[in-house]
């Protein structure tokens, strides 16, 4: 049974920074998809980035990309979002998924397959 489970979320200042963890158990996952996707009350569940198993390349949303940096720990089996410069327009619960396929496309959500429980981070003006 592999489960995810989200932390680092929390209360930040506009500018500020927050790193998420989301740690795996049941699998090791240095070798699957990753990613991290969020969600405000009310709209579709949106992607942020993703980081391949195999290659460890990296992708981010235009929103994300020079701010946000997805990476991950082997050792620890733990994918992070390291987020810098956060806005008001951040704020969210935020999701890792895991994709067991490594399915080319890394945007869509139907794609991954298993899913943590979300963590709120709220971005203060």
């Known amino acids: 049974q592999v489960q995810l489970v989200e932390s680092g979320g929390g209360l930040v200042q506009a500018g500020g920074s927050l790193r998420l963890s989301c740690q795996a158990s049941?699998?090791?996952?240095?070798?699957?998809?990753q990613a991290w996707f969020r969600q405000v009350p009310g709209k579709e569940r949106e992607w942020v980035a993703a980081?391949?198993?195999?290659?460890?390349?990296?992708y981010y949303t235009n929103s994300a990309r020079g701010r946000f940096s997805i990476f991950r720990d082997s050792a620890s089996n733990t994918v992070y979002l390291q987020m810098n410069s956060l806005k008001p327009e951040d704020t969210a619960v935020y999701y890792c998924?895991?994709?067991?396929?490594?399915?080319?496309?890394?945007?869509?959500?139907?794609?991954?397959?298993?899913w943590g429980q979300g963590t709120q981070v709220t971005v203060s003006s």
């Open positions: 998924a895991l994709d067991l396929h490594n399915t080319f496309e890394v945007s869509r959500a139907g794609t991954y397959d298993y």
């Open positions: 049941g699998r090791t996952v240095s070798s699957d998809k």
């Open positions: 980081i391949r198993g195999s290659s460890g390349s990296t």
